[in-house]
């Protein structure tokens, strides 16, 4: 898959796709169906994105909500056919384009789209005063078509949105966000020096940053975690650890049947269960004991879960 961060001065090879447009935070099950049907419309299939994401532009220091920031996104993206990602840089340069705008030097000189695939809602331009009506009408006034996907299924229950996973995530239920999202939720990160109290109480941590990701419940998660291209089973606890007195969030991972220097390494780990709450206790002894407890726990729970998510 080709990259690119503009969208003036392409190469050829870079225009003329079929492109689906949208934030595909968490690239969930509705927003692969609109992919792979805009793949049909086409022999190059092509996403538009925007980053940083418009809500962070224009909303600075709110709190954290991706699912799937660039780099995780971008993985996706791919592994679900994308041919070209063209993630385009939201400043205010891009901000102050009208609707009218945005289609003539965006998607008509800049890509020179065959075909464009947004959901029922998109909305764009400057104030958000561009719809789907008057993108279809601008289109085929350049001589290419316009196709809404509906993302949403009968009844409320059915409809997949990525608020809808965020919720999932936020309430302990990485299960749920999986079955909507068509994948296991997962972070990815380089691995940190802490202060390596686990390996003093036999179970050594990787410590990731959750920077640029949504937080989700704090506690104890049974994990899948890829290093260097292998899988590993493990347990993590998301929180701030009050046995230590700690204040800052951090994921701590330990990896079952493991053996090496995880220092620096980038890694990906799949939240697949909640375990429980954080919790804190009296000393090291009992916080040992209920490690040992909740990897029990997590191995007994992988060994019984499909790599796959669960079906919707």
């Not at 949208?22 to 509705?30: A, L």
């Not at 992919?35 to 532009?57: M, N, S």
């Not at 019984?304 to 998510?309: E, R, V």
Request: hydrophobic share 45%.
């Amino acid at each position: 898959m080709q990259i690119f961060r503009h969208f003036d001065h392409l190469p050829g090879a870079a225009r003329g796709a079929a492109v689906a447009i949208g934030n595909f935070d968490g690239v969930h099950r509705g927003h692969q169906s609109l992919i792979a049907h805009t793949k049909t419309l086409a022999p190059k299939l092509g996403v538009l994105v925007f980053e940083p994401h418009p809500q962070e532009f224009f909303k600075p220091g709110a709190e954290r909500f991706r699912l799937t920031p660039f780099r995780a996104k971008a993985r996706l993206l791919e592994r679900f056919g994308a041919d070209v990602l063209y993630a385009l840089h939201f400043d205010a340069g891009l901000a102050a384009l009208t609707a009218d705008e945005f289609i003539a030097k965006v998607l008509v000189a800049g890509l020179g789209a065959k075909h464009i695939v947004v959901g029922e809602d998109f909305q764009f331009g400057k104030g958000r005063t561009g719809n789907v009506e008057l993108l279809k009408r601008r289109c085929a006034e350049a001589g290419f078509g316009v196709s809404t996907f509906d993302l949403v299924g009968a009844g409320p229950q059915a409809k997949i949105s990525s608020t809808r996973i965020r919720e999932a995530l936020r309430a302990g239920e990485p299960q749920e966000a999986a079955r909507l999202l068509g994948h296991w939720w997962t972070v990815e990160g380089r691995v940190e020096a802490g202060d390596k109290r686990g390996r003093t109480i036999g179970f050594p941590t990787a410590n990731v940053s959750l920077e640029g990701y949504l937080e989700p419940a704090l506690g104890v998660y049974a994990v899948r975690v890829e290093v260097a291209g292998k899988t590993y089973d493990g347990v993590a606890n998301f929180g701030r650890r009050p046995t230590f007195d700690k204040k800052d969030v951090l994921l701590e991972v330990h990896l079952f049947d493991f053996a090496g220097d995880l220092y620096g390494q980038q890694i990906v780990v799949a939240f697949i269960a909640h375990l429980r709450p954080e919790q804190k206790f009296a000393g090291l002894d009992a916080l040992k004991a209920q490690i040992a407890e909740d990897a029990r726990k997590a191995r007994a729970l992988l060994v019984a879960t499909s790599a796959d998510p669960p079906p919707l």
